[in-house]
């Protein structure tokens, strides 16, 4: 059996804001036959910064995944990045 995989689209809706604070991985015409992750991070409207922090969270893991690879990630992988996000958050409001 033979299987095609279309490029990923993705969309997003401004809502009531004024700005798009959601952020997703890999950017648009950048995810190839070989991306294997691919993430979308809400900002969270309404709340302050909210664009920065879903861009920072969807780069963090991005760069977690990429220095850390596994072929197999499990709940520990998966939780190891989102502390490094977690710390990323605590880094950036002091």
Do not use: H, W
């Not at 095609?4 to 604070?21: D, K, M, V, W």
């Not at 070989?34 to 910064?49: A, H, I, Q, S, Y």
Request: charged share 15%.
């Amino acid at each position: 059996m033979q299987i095609t995989i279309q490029p990923p689209l993705a969309f997003s809706e401004l809502g009531q804001r004024q700005n798009n604070e959601d952020s997703i991985f890999p950017l648009l015409g950048t995810a190839n036959q070989n991306t294997n992750l691919f993430l979308v991070c809400d900002g969270v409207g309404g709340m302050e910064k909210g664009e920065i922090a879903s861009n920072s969270a969807c780069e963090t893991i991005a760069n977690y995944v990429a220095q850390n690879p596994t072929p197999n990630p499990d709940t520990d992988y998966i939780d190891a990045a989102v502390a490094a996000v977690q710390q990323i958050f605590a880094d950036y409001e002091q």
